[in-house]
Structures are given as structure tokens and as C-alpha cells.
């Protein structure tokens, strides 16, 4: 079945930056189709959304990611990044990575924990 294996959270400082990875498996991510996006859930918060990429690449931001958040994707390796920069401790949350294939098919990465923090 459709997996989606997130890596790279951890512990950073603020100011700092990090690069997470969400590699699919059984689905490709450069289907017509398909959609994809990151999300994150802080604790005690429901999860928000952080960015979303059509097929076409065409990417869109929540306000607090603007500018700091990028979201990428490699076709040739069926990955998908999220590259944040200029970490502050409210970006402190569990990152999910989804992808949807048609409008009924939602796939999800197991999450990963970003903690900013001096």
C-alpha cells in the first residue's frame, strides 16, 4: 500500500534551519493528479496546514509560512521537502506530510517531531 516516510525533525536553536523529508512509496508524485502538502500540530493545537503543492508545482503558503517555509519536490527520487528556515520556538510541532492522489485518497506520513529550542 501507499507509504509516506518522513525524516529529518529533531532539536535545533532558534534562527536555525532544517530540512524534512518525505519519501512515497507505491504512488508517484509526479502524478497529473495529484496533490500534496505539510502540515504540522502543535501540542495542544489541531494540525494547520503549512503548505500545499498542486501537480503542476504550483505552491501555496499558510501566512506564517510565508517566507521561511519551502516547500520542494524531487520527482526522480518520489520525495517531497520541506525546507524551514529562520526557526522560532512557536515552530515547535509535529510535521505531517500528505499526499492526495484524487479527491477521495488521502495518504499520510507517520509525522515528525521539530522542537526549537536554546
Known amino acids: 500500500q501507499v507509504q509516506l516516510v518522513q525524516s529529518g525533525g529533531g532539536l535545533v536553536q532558534p534562527g536555525g534551519s532544517l530540512r524534512l523529508s518525505c519519501a512515497a512509496s507505491k504512488i508517484s508524485i509526479g502524478g497529473y493528479t495529484i496533490s500534496m502538502g505539510w502540515y504540522r500540530q502543535a501540542p495542544g493545537k489541531q494540525r494547520e496546514l503549512v503548505a500545499t503543492?498542486?501537480?503542476?508545482?504550483?505552491?501555496n503558503y499558510a501566512d506564517f509560512a510565508q517566507g521561511r517555509f519551502v516547500m520542494s519536490r524531487d520527482n526522480a527520487k518520489n520525495t517531497m521537502y520541506l525546507q524551514i528556515n529562520s526557526l522560532k520556538p512557536e515552530d515547535t510541532a509535529v510535521y505531517y506530510c500528505n499526499v492526495q492522489p484524487n479527491p477521495l485518497s488521502v495518504y499520510w506520513g507517520q509525522g515528525t517531531q521539530v522542537t526549537v529550542s536554546s
Open positions: 503543492m498542486t501537480s503542476g508545482s504550483t505552491t
